[in-house]
């Protein structure tokens, strides 16, 4: 008997998309064995179907509202980031597919994403949107579910971290970026990555997460990095996002400091992240890797899209079994 089909659709082929895509078509056979089913990427939104993509040229559509709507596809993976991102996101759910997303700003900016995450809806899943490779929501979630977490602190932006690096050992910041777009570290306009707003998302998810109580990007309290680049030669300076639980008040901020040697957090350096995450039984958890780039965080979407894909073979068997 044939294996089970789950049928994919990609909204997004650019440097994140592209890689996933490659890792999913090179891993298919490994990631068929584990599954126990063949993932079939069978549709991909991009903006312009002219350009060539790591992709069947006849699965590329430029209609990414259709491949959300689709009820053929089993599996959303969205990787665009876009602005329709969350709309996307609650169109596939809404018809009951299973989604991954790497769009953080989707998920920390809407409260019915951020319930999912509260709910352990295994119908959402967003590792890719937090610290790419590091696989911390997934702890969370999963791991560290039935602890007390007190605190959470990380470098959570790779773009920032990278140019004050480079800041570090006598870059301009001119030449830093152009070496980061280069790199694919960050986009055309860094301001998300300078401002804060990036990071200040990521932590809103981690909260959701770790709390079980929403927590949208707009309640952290964020100052950028632009303060601190004229002095950023003179120590290790980060942009650190906390976060801290006090009975029902959850506090979040996002801010530059200046780490001492011994913090876990300066051990970030080029585009790693590092998370420390404090907990009642655990005790003080670290957790550091790549956080930006298309390999980093294809790893996180494939991660996910295993898991997605095993929740939409449950739909899948019940539905041939009613």
């Known amino acids: 008997m044939a294996p089970p089909i789950v049928r994919l659709g990609l909204i997004g082929c650019g440097t994140v998309g592209s890689a996933f895509a ?29 350009r060539q993509r790591p992709v069947p040229r006849t699965a590329l559509t430029d209609d990414a509202a259709d491949i959300a709507s689709d009820p053929d596809i089993d599996v959303v993976i969205e990787a665009s980031g876009a602005s329709q991102a969350a709309e996307w996101l609650r169109s596939a759910l809404g018809r009951g597919a299973t989604v991954v997303t790497a769009s953080k700003q989707a998920v920390a900016r ?17 590792e890719g949107a937090v610290a790419a490779g590091v696989p911390v929501v997934r702890a969370l979630r999963e791991s560290l ?6 605190s959470i602190r990380g470098v959570l932006n790779g773009t920032s971290t990278f140019l004050l690096t480079r800041l570090e ?19 055309a306009d860094p301001t998300a990555d300078l401002d804060g707003s990036d990071a200040a998302a ?30 950023a030669r003179e120590g290790r300076w980060r942009l650190v996002a906390t976060a801290t639980r006090d009975g029902d008040h959850i506090r979040a ?8 040697a011994g913090d876990p957090l300066a051990s970030a350096h080029g585009v790693v992240n590092v998370v420390e995450v404090k907990a009642a039984l655990a005790g003080a958890l670290t957790w550091s890797g790549a956080g930006a780039g298309g390999a980093a965080t294809a790893s996180a979407l494939v ?5 997605a894909a095993r929740q939409a073979l449950r739909r899948l068997r019940a539905k041939a079994a009613a």
């Open 22 to 50: 490659e890792q999913l078509l090179l891993r298919e056979p490994l990631l068929a064995r584990q599954l126990g089913a063949r993932l079939h990427l069978a549709r991909v939104a991009v903006r312009d179907t002219t």
């Open 110 to 126: 809407t409260p019915a994403l951020l319930e999912r995450l509260v709910r352990r809806d295994q119908r959402l899943w967003c």
């Open 145 to 150: 579910a039935g602890e007390e977490v007190h």
């Open 169 to 187: 050992a006598g870059s301009t910041l001119d030449a830093a970026l152009a070496d980061a777009r280069s790199l694919g570290y960050t986009e």
């Open 202 to 231: 990521k932590i809103a998810i981690l909260c959701t997460v770790a709390w079980r109580t929403p927590v949208l990007a707009d309640h952290v309290t964020v100052t950028g990095i632009a303060g601190v680049l004229p002095v």
């Open 253 to 260: 901020t996002v801010r530059p400091e200046r780490l001492e």
């Open 303 to 307: 991660g996910d899209t295993l898991s």
